[in-house]
C-alpha cells in the first residue's frame, strides 16, 4: 500500500477482538445454561439466515488453534467476552466451575503464545432465566451482574490485566429493546431506557467488583459504540436531527459515565419514560474508568423525518458515498473526529479503539482470500487514528472486528468481518489477505511505506 511511513507509539496494542455468543458454540457444553441469544435465534424469522449461534466458530473447543492464528497475525492483545451463563448458568446463585475452568484455559494459553487478554465481561448474553424476570428492565439485574462480576474476577482476576464491564449498551438497549430486531426481541421507549439504565448502573457494581479484586496497575473501564453525527443537508431541521442524534447516539452514555448526569436533551424529550433513578445512581456510574473502549464503524448521517417516532430521525448514507456489504459508509476521518471529540469533551485518561472493521462479501478463489477493501478500510482509519494520536489524543491500542467471520447477530452468517476466513461448514480457517498485510502491521507497529 502507496503510504509514507506511519508508526504508532512504541507501547501501542495491536489486537483483535470477538464475543462469546458469536464464536464459541458450544452452547450445552459443560453446564452453561441457556442465554437470551440462545432463545432469540432459535425463534423463526429472527435471524436472515435463518441459523443460530450453536455452533458458530467452534471456539471453545477451537481455542488453541485460534490463538496459533492470533499469534500469525502478530496480535498482540485479544479482546473476548466471558458468557455469562457459563459461569452462573442461572443467573444466579451457582457458579460453574467448568465455565471458569475453560476461561482458564484460555487465557493461560494466551500469555503462553505472548498475547494479552482484554475481557469483556457483557457482550448481549444474559443468562435466560434473568429475561425471565424482566432482564435489563429490572433493577436486579445489575446486582446480579455485580455478583458475576465478583466470581469471575476472583477466579480469573491473575490472569487479566485490562476488564471491560459492559460491550455497546447502546445497541443492546435499542436493538433488543426498542426495535426488537436483536434479544430479547423487546419494542418501547420505556423498556430501552430502562435498559440503557441498568446497563450503566451494571456498568458500576461490575466496576465496584473489579476494584475489589484488581491487582494495582490492572485497569477496568466499558466499551461504548461512538459516531459522530453529521446532518444530510444543510436544512434546519436536518442540522437540528444531527444535534438531537448525538444526544442519543454518543452523550446517552457518555454524559452518565464522565459527568454523572443524563444530557438535557435525553430528558426533555423522554424524561417521563426513564425509569425510577435513585440518588446515589448517577454517582456510582460516574466513578472513575481507567480507560474508555472505543467501538466505531462508520459516522451517523440523518435527516429529519416528521413521521419516524420515537426521535424523528433517520440515518441516511450519502449519494455516491462508498460502504461497506453491510451499507454502513466508509468514512475515516470518523474515527479521527470522534477520538478528538471524546477526548475534548471527556478527557477518558486513555482509549483503545476496542473495535474497528468491515464486512465484505469475501469468497476463496483457490484457497485465497483477496480482500482488498477490507486492507484499504484499516489502513485508512489507522491513518486517521494516527492523526487522532498526534493531536494528542490518548489512543493506547487498536483491535480488528473481529478476528474470525462470525455469528453477526440478527444478520447470520452472512457478514463476514473477519481476519480469518471461516468455512462454517468443515470449520476450516484461512487468513485473508487483510489479516497478512495486518501482521505486517503489527510487526512493524504501524504502516510502512
Ligand atoms: O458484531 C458486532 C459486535 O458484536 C458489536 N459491535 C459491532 C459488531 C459488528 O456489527
Not at 435471524?47 to 492464528?69: E, N, Q, V
Not at 484461512?430 to 511505506?449: C, E, H
Amino acid at each position: 500500500m502507496p503510504t509514507a511511513d506511519a508508526l504508532f507509539p512504541p507501547d501501542f496494542v495491536w489486537g483483535a477482538s470477538t464475543s462469546a455468543y458469536q464464536i464459541e458454540g458450544a452452547v450445552r457444553d459443560e453446564g452453561r445454561g441457556p442465554s437470551i441469544w440462545d432463545v432469540f435465534s432459535h425463534t423463526p424469522g429472527k435471524i436472515a439466515d435463518g441459523t443460530d449461534g450453536d455452533i458458530a466458530c467452534d471456539s471453545y473447543h477451537r481455542f488453541p488453534a485460534d490463538i496459533a492464528l492470533m499469534r500469525e497475525l502478530g496480535l498482540g492483545a485479544y479482546r473476548f467476552s466471558i458468557a455469562w451463563p457459563r459461569i452462573i448458568p442461572d443467573g444466579r446463585g451457582r457458579i460453574n466451575e467448568a465455565g471458569l475452568d475453560h476461561y482458564r484455559r484460555l487465557i493461560d494459553a494466551l500469555h503462553a503464545a505472548g498475547i494479552e487478554p482484554f475481557v469483556t465481561l457483557y457482550h448481549w448474553d444474559l443468562p435466560q432465566s434473568l429475561q425471565d424476570a424482566g432482564g435489563w428492565t429490572n433493577r436486579d439485574t445489575a446486582s446480579r451482574f455485580g455478583e458475576y462480576v465478583h466470581a469471575v474476577a476472583r477466579a480469573l482476576g491473575s490472569g487479566v490485566r485490562r476488564w471491560m464491564t459492559i460491550n455497546e449498551p447502546f445497541i443492546h438497549s435499542v436493538f433488543g429493546h426498542l426495535l426488537g430486531i436483536h434479544a430479547p426481541g423487546l419494542h418501547g421507549v420505556r423498556p430501552a431506557l430502562a435498559a440503557g439504565h441498568y446497563l450503566l448502573l451494571a456498568h458500576a457494581e461490575g466496576m465496584d467488583a473489579l476494584r475489589a479484586e484488581m491487582a494495582p496497575g490492572d485497569e477496568a473501564g466499558i466499551a461504548l459504540n461512538l459516531a459522530e453525527t453529521a446532518p444530510a443537508t444543510d436544512r434546519a431541521a436536518d442540522l437540528e436531527a444531527a444535534e438531537h442524534a448525538d444526544v442519543y447516539a454518543n452523550q446517552w452514555f457518555l454524559d452518565p459515565i464522565f459527568r454523572g448526569a443524563y444530557p438535557t436533551g435525553l430528558l426533555l424529550q423522554f424524561g417521563d419514560e426513564m425509569p425510577e433513578i435513585r440518588a446515589d445512581d448517577l454517582r456510582r456510574i460516574a466513578q472513575p474508568i481507567d480507560f474508555l473502549g472505543i467501538n466505531h464503524y462508520q459516522r451517523a448521517v440523518v435527516r429529519h423525518a416528521p413521521l419516524v417516532p420515537p426521535i424523528d430521525i433517520v440515518p441516511v448514507t450519502p449519494p455516491g458515498a462508498p460502504v461497506t456489504a453491510t451499507g454502513w459508509e466508509v468514512y475515516p476521518r470518523g474515527i479521527y473526529d470522534t477520538l478528538t471529540r471524546v477526548h475534548r469533551d471527556y478527557a477518558p485518561p486513555a482509549i483503545y479503539i476496542t473495535e474497528n472493521g468491515a464486512a465484505y462479501d469475501d469468497r476463496p478463489i483457490d484457497g485465497v482470500i483477496d480482500d482488498p477493501d477490507r486492507e484499504r478500510f484499516i489502513h485508512d482509519y489507522l491513518l486517521a487514528s494516527l492523526d487522532a494520536i498526534e493531536a494528542g489524543v490518548p489512543l493506547r491500542g487498536y483491535f480488528v472486528w473481529s478476528l474470525l467471520d462470525n455469528f453477526e447477530w440478527n444478520e447470520g452468517y452472512r457478514r463476514r468481518f473477519g481476519l480469518v476466513y471461516v468455512d462454517f461448514a468443515t470449520q476450516e480457517r484461512t487468513i485473508k489477505r487483510s489479516g497478512r498485510w495486518y501482521a505486517q502491521v503489527t510487526r512493524d507497529n504501524g504502516l510502512s511505506g
